[in-house]
């Protein structure tokens, strides 16, 4: 069966910022080469022209003023974090010297 | 053991007009109808509060067709201190601070939200399998799925253990549900309803909507849950309409066109001959029913996996267990900490479409895949617009075979997107559209027709959904 390489698994992995055990590498190989054959298709379609279609709505640029609205407390802004310290959220060390 | 769960909306609220029954009459219902249905497995969660809300309904005078009914909400559309999971470990203790715009408005019109119905995770399948918490069953054979990703709300109001539902439709994931379970299921336009609240899966395909036992009651649901909001730019300003309003009205004249990949060899025969019934019955009525050629349907289901894909990598980069939801443990460093909790958070199938969409949006791939993409649904979006020159309607099954057995999809990862293929062009257009039950095959499980509309012509999907659902 076709499959992708373990280290083209973990590129993609790494771009997406998501950690794989060995069992999942493997898992993946294939599957991930049957998702990349599909995605592969949009090749094919020769008869398409230039104009791009980012979302149905004819007008997205409509923007709200730029006014201060309601606005949600710290206290609640921290109630879901997985670690905190005071009113921080902690998060581990980003800088080593 | 009342029965009122088993009556309509209208009859319902009369009873609650003439103070005959009260909410916390409905809500204790529905609560033992879901335990004594615990293992159809439709919701993540049940509302706590729900009796108290309903309690505190009892002394005022019902103000409109919705007050006191108790409602499933889909686990992506966030309830303040409710908790959503998405049906994803990564969430699964996550308690929102604020309400979608569409629980707002469902709680404005004193509706009570009994519980947060089970899904796909992060919306994502066809069979709501990929739940971290088990699938749905469907109610008309257990061994068989409810579909997804909107499962559970199928499921639900299926059984009847809740009159109405709210989904979620990225490619589908209200009507074919819908159809599998027997019930009515629109995905409106895109725009007509925000989604501000409704968790980001794929933003420009991405649309909240009704899902219920019959046309009328799912025409006024619509009603409540449209309208622009500020939260949200992608939704439209329109003029208030009724949507029940052409409801019992004449199809006579109606123009509907059937493309032919709608009947194509990838559709079960028993699901052809009842889409030939139907438009046999439709054309003795007064209808005019054209098989159409249309361009780039079969295109539908590739762009899907490449816009879906790409937008879902985007969107659930927030997932880094930072600010809210589930974190690894023993990790040293903040690239440590955003793998292994995405690695440990998410189920197989996000994991795949958050890879695969980081990869088509990485560097000139993103020319290759995703422009591409956005070019092509240019193309289908024309296409549907050049047949709706010429007709109302456009008509199909929903879906290509009846609900699948249980882990029948499991470990392929390209089935689920082919369970979809024929509703998915709409989403790629932003159309309305809604399936209708027609009938069961000869094993008794449902087959639902879809209608797709005009865009915002919401009103006239209800009205042929209403003259069939009379007949079939």
Same mark, same amino acid.
């Given at each position: 069966?076709?499959?992708?390489? =373990? ?18 590498? $493997? ?14 298709? %949009? ?36 109630? *879901? ?8 959220? $902690? ?7 | ?9 209208? @009859? ?12 916390? !009459? ?14 159809? *497995? ?10 108290? @809300? ?7 005078? +019902? ?18 201190? #409710? ?22 408005? %469902? =709680?404005? *019109? ?5 519980? =947060? ?11 709501? @399998? ?12 257990? =061994? ?65 909507? +009704? ?18 909001? @500020? ?7 329109? *003029?208030? $309409? &009724? ?15 059937? +493309?032919? /990949? ?14 030939? &019934? ?69 189920? !197989? ?54 609900? +699948? ?14 369970? !979809? ?35 915002? &012509? ?8 209403? /003259? #069939?659902?009379?007949?079939?």
């Amino acid at each position: 069966m076709d499959k992708l390489s =373990k280290e083209e698994v973990l590129h993609v992995a790494h771009l997406a910022r998501i950690s794989l055990t060995d069992e999942e590498i $493997e898992k993946f190989r294939v599957q991930l080469k049957v998702l990349m054959d599909d995605i592969d298709k %949009i090749k094919d379609v020769k008869d398409y022209d230039d104009e791009m279609m980012y979302t149905p709505i004819e007008d997205n640029t409509r923007l709200r003023e730029d006014i201060v609205g309601e606005m949600l407390s710290a206290k609640d802004v921290g109630i *879901n974090a997985p670690a905190k310290n005071g009113s921080f959220i $902690e998060v581990p060390v980003m800088i080593n010297e | 053991m009342s029965k009122y769960l088993d009556l309509s909306i209208k @009859e319902i609220h009369e009873l609650l007009v003439k103070k005959e029954i009260t909410p916390l !009459d409905l809500v204790d219902e529905a609560l033992k109808r879901i335990e004594e249905n615990k293992d159809l *497995n439709a919701f993540i969660t049940i509302n706590d509060k729900v009796r108290e @809300e309903a309690k505190n309904l009892g002394e005022v005078d +019902p103000n409109n067709l919705f007050f006191g009914i108790p409602i499933a909400v889909k686990d992506n559309i966030i309830t303040k201190d #409710l908790k959503t999971t998405c049906a994803s470990h990564i969430l699964d203790n996550f308690i929102p601070i604020y309400d979608a715009t569409v629980v707002t408005r %469902i =709680k404005e *019109n004193k509706m009570l939200i009994i519980g =947060k119905a089970n899904m796909d995770e992060f919306a994502m399948g066809s069979t709501s @399998e990929t739940s971290y918490f088990g699938a749905p069953l469907n109610p008309h054979d257990k =061994k068989r799925t409810a579909g997804g990703s909107s499962g559970g709300s199928a499921s639900a109001v299926s059984s009847s253990l809740v009159p109405l539902a709210l989904g979620s439709d990225t490619g589908g994931s209200i009507r074919q549900p819908a159809s599998y379970t027997g019930i009515v299921g629109m995905k409106p336009t895109y725009g007509r309803i925000s989604r501000y609240g409704l968790v980001a899966f794929a933003s420009s395909l991405d649309q909240i909507g +009704p899902m219920t036992r019959t046309v009328y009651e799912n025409a006024s649901l619509l009603n409540i849950l449209v309208g622009e909001d @500020e939260k949200d730019l992608t939704s439209v300003k329109k *003029n208030k $309409e &009724d949507f029940t309003r052409l409801i019992g009205k004449s199809i006579k004249g109606i123009k509907i066109a059937l +493309p032919k /990949f709608f009947i194509s060899d990838i559709v079960d025969k028993e699901i052809s001959n009842r889409i030939k &019934d139907v438009i046999n019955y439709l054309e003795q009525n007064g209808a005019v029913v054209d098989i159409v050629d249309m361009k780039y349907l079969d295109t539908a289901v590739n762009l899907y996996q490449i816009i879906a894909m790409a937008e879902a990598s985007s969107n659930l980069a927030r997932f880094d267990g930072v600010r809210y939801g589930f974190r690894a443990k023993d990790v040293d460093s903040v690239d440590e900490m955003y793998g292994k909790t995405r690695g440990e958070g998410f189920g !197989d199938e996000v994991k795949r479409r958050i890879m695969v969409g980081s990869y088509i949006l990485s560097g000139e791939n993103a020319k290759v895949y995703y422009d591409k993409a956005l070019k092509v649904r240019d193309d289908i979006t024309k296409e549907f617009n050049r047949i709706f020159k010429d007709y109302d309607l456009i008509i199909g099954p929903t879906t290509t075979r009846i609900a +699948p057995l249980i882990g029948t999809s499991a470990d392929d990862p390209h089935k689920a997107f082919m369970d !979809d293929v024929l509703v998915i062009p709409v989403n790629m257009a932003g159309l309305p559209g809604l399936s209708v039950p027609v009938g069961k095959n000869s094993n008794n499980m449902p087959i639902g027709l879809h209608i797709i509309g005009k865009a915002f &012509d919401e009103a006239t999907i209800y009205k042929l959904a209403s /003259f #069939l659902e009379e007949v079939f």
